[in-house]
């Protein structure tokens, strides 16, 4: 049944004709295993030495059913794999039904019975049984029912596998207490079954259970997206045009961190395909606009209509907006499939939209719910149609009405939509970047920097602020900022944040926003506390791009700095030294696990006299550091009078040091 079911699937709605098999396209994903017990947040914790630590690199799911990897004796009952809008979540799922049935994985060894269960299509007061009824078991199989479903489930529970696709697409009315998902999760219902689920980060399906399991799909390495490049076009057959591609990927940095996700890496191959001069862009809404205007084009050429120069046919752009409208009410309702019979009635012609190929049209997966629908070539294009249209109706209506945005935890679940509206207008961006700040002073409204420093105190306690959230506000924030670099917008960001905190990569967009920031900053609007993790294994990119941050002295920023990758050579910490020069009010430097020599060390002890304020300095997991480093560090503490923290776990000396 999954085999006729799942043999192909068509990645480009617009284009009927090309259809791929998993085989063909499919490329495996990073997957990194987070630790369940790390079930609190802290600074510390933010870092990248201090969390992986905690991850391991899993060569496919099978590796979380290996003790040797989780460090469990007991097989997982329930695995959370989640990852960023178009992150493969649900071709990944697919592609572990397939093999399952086919007993290609230990997933497949371990279970007989496989259920691949799209949540999108679940309602309110569905059971299980009637899920599995509808979704998967053939409508000609006969003497099936809900009674002999549920007996045979709770014949074989421990050999039942619940594949659950897309809790962040679940309805709200099905994911309340006492609905049948949640029930199931926290294991109120068939607890001895396997769960793997996915979801969008921060969509609640901690609510209803702790994962053993927690999984991360982290993208496409370098690796990866070279792969797939080549067998995209070679399915296409334009493996012409391949070298060039992957040549300007090399020296573009901003592209090349976008398409690591895999929806983007596929967007951006149907662009260079069809105009080279289309695919640079550095924002999310660039690319999508651009794609927008690719299918546009090539309706018109097939239509015989007039492309203007400037914008959209008029026809087109009306029908956009009208669009726009009815996939934002969806969205709100956590709904990313529209019924016909209401579009209908909304007068939209979506007839136009299915020929541009935004939307396809299809019967619903639903045997119970039967209907015509129109279905998103993925979520992320219902949140730029959204946002298009939020970006034009905010002129004259209330952002906060229109997007029913009272509270932080609402902002989080829209942040792809408030990234899209940012993106398609200025004005649009600055709205919202002034509603976010009302809900910052409203939730937040005494904010201070000591509240981030005791990094072993539990986030339990009364004046500790909930960290995680406002972590992810922050993001949201700096990915506003990545697709509107404008002063107006600049204003807001730095009003509005009194303690920043950021885990970038360097060839991120994310950091591309925070240079901007850095770039721009000035003594009269210095944050209290700027707390920066930069994740890179190279140490030089690290270094260079900390210098095209910090290019003069900030006096008075104090910053807390934690860095990734080799230093050990002393001309990569001599390099640091000179970007510490401009940062006289460091706070605390973490070098934890950065390979460090007491070579290395000594350019940067030589430099601890620019940074005399600094309060904690960790060099811990610097295993080559030994006795030699702790005298070549005794050198230098005299230089920094405020140093309270010294963190020196596993640096390889003895009594002596």
């Not at 009952?77 to 399952?100: M, P």
């Not at 793997?196 to 496409?220: E, L, N």
């Not at 996700?261 to 924002?283: K, N, R």
């Not at 129109?374 to 949140?383: A, D, G, I």
Request: glycine residues 6%; hydrophobic residues 40%.
């Amino acid at each position: 049944y999954y085999e006729n079911k799942l043999k192909t699937f068509k990645p480009l709605i617009w284009n009927d004709e090309f259809s791929l098999k998993y085989s063909d396209i499919f490329t495996g994903l990073q997957l990194i295993k987070k630790d369940k017990n790390k079930a609190k947040m802290s600074k510390e914790s933010l870092g990248s030495a201090a969390v992986q630590e905690k991850q391991t690199s899993l060569k496919s799911l099978d590796d979380v059913f290996n003790p040797d990897v989780t460090g469990h004796s007991e097989p997982p009952r329930c695995v959370l794999i989640e990852s960023e809008a178009g992150g493969g979540k649900t071709t990944f799922l697919s592609k572990e039904a397939l093999d399952a049935v086919s007993q290609k994985t230990e997933l497949g060894r371990r279970h007989d019975i496989i259920l691949l269960i799209r949540l999108r299509e679940v309602r309110e007061g569905e059971t299980i049984e009637e899920m599995v009824l509808d979704q998967c078991v053939p409508e000609t199989t006969e003497g099936i029912h809900v009674q002999s479903t549920r007996a045979i489930l709770q014949r074989n529970e421990s050999r039942v596998l619940f594949l659950l696709d897309g809790y962040d697409e679940l309805r709200p009315e099905a994911r309340a207490a006492g609905q049948a998902i949640p029930k199931l999760l926290s294991g109120k219902m068939y607890p001895y079954s396997t769960i793997v689920i996915t979801s969008r980060p921060s969509a609640g399906v901690q609510q209803h259970t702790r994962p053993d399991c927690h999984v991360h799909i982290m993208g496409f390495s370098h690796e990866d997206v070279v792969e797939y490049i080549w067998k995209y076009f070679s399915v296409v057959g334009r493996q012409e045009i391949t070298e060039t591609f992957v040549v300007l990927l090399d020296c573009n940095e901003l592209l090349s961190s976008l398409i690591r996700t895999p929806l983007f890496l596929l967007l951006v191959c149907v662009l260079w395909e069809e105009d080279q001069e289309m695919v640079s862009t550095g924002t999310m809404t660039g690319l999508y606009s651009n794609l927008l205007t690719c299918l546009v084009r090539k309706y018109c050429k097939r239509e015989g209509v007039d492309m203007p120069t400037d914008g959209l046919p008029a026809e087109v752009a009306d029908a956009l907006l009208q669009f726009g409208k009815l996939a934002l009410d969806a969205l709100l309702r956590n709904e990313t499939l529209l019924d016909l019979a209401q579009v209908e009635r909304e007068d939209v012609n979506w007839q136009l939209l299915m020929k541009l190929g935004v939307v396809s049209l299809e019967v619903s997966a639903s045997k119970l719910h039967p209907r015509k629908q129109l279905n998103f070539s993925h979520k992320t294009m219902q949140e730029f149609l959204a946002g298009r249209y939020v970006a034009h109706a905010v002129v004259n209506q209330d952002i906060v009405e229109l997007l029913q945005l009272t509270s932080i935890i609402k902002a989080l679940e829209l942040r792809n939509l408030l990234q899209f509206t940012s993106g398609c207008d200025s004005r649009a961006a600055q709205e919202v970047m002034r509603i976010l700040s009302c809900l910052r002073l409203k939730e937040f409204p005494n904010l201070r920097a000591e509240q981030f420093e005791d990094s072993y105190v539990p986030i339990a306690r009364k004046d500790l602020i909930p960290l995680e959230m406002y972590v992810h506000f922050v993001a949201l924030y700096v990915k506003i900022l990545s697709e509107r670099q404008e002063p107006e917008v600049l204003k807001y960001f730095i009003q509005a944040l009194p303690i920043v905190i950021l885990n970038v990569s360097v060839n991120s967009r994310e950091a591309a926003a925070l240079m901007y920031y850095l770039q721009h900053l000035k003594s009269t609007n210095l944050p209290d506390r700027l707390i920066l993790i930069i994740r890179d294994k190279d140490s030089k990119d690290t270094v260079q791009y900390l210098q095209q941050c910090f290019t003069s002295p900030l006096a008075g920023l104090k910053v807390d700095l934690e860095l990734s990758g080799k230093f050990d050579s002393p001309d990569q910490t001599a390099r640091l030294v000179s970007v510490l020069e401009n940062v006289p009010s460091l706070r605390a430097l973490s070098l934890s696990q950065t390979y460090l020599t007491p070579s290395s060390l000594r350019p940067l002890v030589w430099g601890f006299s620019h940074v005399s304020l600094l309060e904690e300095l960790d060099l811990s997991g610097n295993q080559a550091l030994g006795d030699a480093g702790m005298e070549v560090l005794q050198a230098g503490l005299s230089s920094v009078p405020h140093l309270a923290v010294l963190r020196l776990g596993h640096v390889g000396m003895t009594a002596v040091g």
